[in-house]
């Protein structure tokens, strides 16, 4: 295994990791020849190519390799072994924007003001250079060591030439609560316009702490994006909610652009005078009872097109790396005996997996709660220390016959869990591929 110290092509000093996942790691690294801190990801090959993921890394190492802007996270440069693809990436010390929203409720008008003109400033030349993002969301805008905003994770971005003869793109991708109408009614969207949407609901989040499109269930998200169904908070200037209510317009053809953004009052001259709250305020058209989608909770789901029973989440290609957008640093303050999600990957159909995973839960006297859209919802028959066992396991869609499973925690005791998952491990060897974490699968 890569240690700390260690040399890396007699380029880079490695440092301590800082994610991993199926298909790779993160390490924080340092530059023996000009004393740069970055972040490597590591990628091993024969995975990868198992996967199917070559043509979707290749895809985004050109884009990134095309955009390069302050205020869009770099790509210094990829090297490779024989069993391994490195990406020397620009460390970003500040973490994801996301966290910011998620700690502290909300931001102030001045703060979201400089966010946004950054955002706005790398989405407009991303669109210049005919590359188009498709996730645009907090989780994938990370802050530098100064707090300056950039942009990451180009895994679902699209390029000029991928439009169709109709001039639109027809891929179906993205975060359902960032994604724009158009691209959940599949009738071809433009790339920019759908961009600009994206931003539009980062803007809100921003300064409510909260999402605009909030529902108990994804239907109904989607019913709301789609008509345009919002209210933006009270203690909004006005001219912010003029501005949001022009970006989040669900007619493509009518929604400002990002000329027309850099040209209203607000973004020009900022919340001059804006009284700012802090603290989080509860949503003012958020659904009573707390929904699946409502606040602003961390959302790796994918939209993949119409809802089945067996609907299972995307995931694009850097995600895997570390399994979560951004830079995982769970390592470094998560003792592993304390974590409560285990996962492992399969090569085994989504409806094979609920299968089994129902077949075990029999075995081993556990009540199935609910499974909709790849998440089976299970719990222990009595009640422990600390209340009933309670856990989810989700499947997550690589490729077609790959899959990715992650089975986490959401109540009682995290001891007997941990003795539960000791039961359940053996018992789904059948349609395990390997268990990620385990010894075996980190050696080198």
């Given at each position: ?11 880079y ?18 530059s ?22 070559s ?17 869009v996270?770099?790509l ?53 250079r ?7 969301k ?7 060591d ?9 895994g ?6 991928s439009?169709?003869?109709d ?11 960032y994604v ?19 931003c ?7 300064v409510?702490g909260?999402?605009?499109?909030e529902?108990p269930n ?58 700012t ?47 979560s ?19 492992f ?7 094979a ?15 199935v ?43 009682g ?32």
């Amino acid at each position: 295994m890569e240690s700390r110290g260690k040399i890396l092509m007699e380029r880079y000093e490695l440092g301590r990791l800082l994610g991993q996942g199926t298909f790779g790691k993160v390490h924080y690294a340092r530059s023996l020849e000009s004393n740069q801190s970055v972040a490597i990801k590591m990628l091993e090959k024969e995975k990868m190519l198992s996967a199917g993921l070559s043509e979707q890394i290749r895809r985004e190492v050109t884009t990134m390799r095309l955009v390069a802007h302050k205020n869009v996270v770099q790509l210094h440069e990829v090297m490779a072994t024989r069993n391994k693809i490195y990406f020397v990436m620009e460390y970003m010390k500040g973490g994801e924007l996301f966290d910011k929203v998620e700690k502290g409720g909300k931001l102030t008008e001045v703060a979201a003001h400089k966010y946004f003109h950054q955002l706005i400033a790398a989405v407009d030349y991303c669109h210049s250079r005919g590359v188009y993002h498709r996730d645009l969301k907090p989780e994938n805008l990370l802050l530098d060591d100064n707090e300056n905003l950039k942009v990451s994770d180009f895994g679902l971005s699209a390029l000029s030439e991928s439009k169709r003869l109709d001039g639109l793109l027809h891929t179906t991708c993205g975060t359902p609560a960032y994604v724009a109408p158009e691209v959940i009614g599949k009738r071809g969207y433009d790339g920019a316009k759908s961009d600009i949407w994206s931003c539009g609901v980062i803007l809100f989040v921003l300064v409510a702490g909260y999402l605009p499109f909030e529902a108990p269930n994804l239907m109904d998200m989607y019913r709301k994006i789609e008509q345009g169904q919002f209210k933006c908070p009270s203690w909004l200037s006005q001219k912010l909610q003029k501005l949001l209510y022009k970006i989040l317009d669900p007619n493509p053809s009518t929604r400002a652009s990002i000329q027309k953004i850099k040209e209203s009052s607000w973004f020009r001259k900022g919340p001059v005078g804006t009284l700012t709250v802090k603290g989080r305020t509860p949503s003012e058209n958020a659904t009573a009872s707390a929904a699946p989608t409502a606040g602003v909770r961390r959302s790796r789901k994918k939209a993949d097109g119409d809802a089945t029973p067996l609907a299972v989440t995307n995931l694009n290609a850097f995600e895997i790396i570390s399994f979560s957008t951004g830079f995982d640093l769970s390592g470094l303050f998560i003792e592993e005996e304390c974590r409560k999600e285990a996962r492992f990957t399969s090569d085994k159909p989504a409806a094979a997996i609920i299968s089994k995973l129902e077949c075990v839960a029999k075995a081993l006297s556990l009540r199935v709660r609910k499974k909709d859209n790849g998440v089976v919802k299970m719990q222990a028959r009595k009640e422990g220390g600390n209340g009933v066992v309670q856990f989810n396991a989700e499947i997550f869609e690589i490729t077609a016959s790959y899959h990715l499973i992650e089975m986490k925690q959401t109540s009682g005791d995290p001891l007997e869990y941990r003795g539960l998952l000791e039961d359940i491990r053996p018992a789904l060897k059948d349609i395990v591929r390997s268990w990620h974490g385990d010894d075996k699968q980190q050696q080198e």
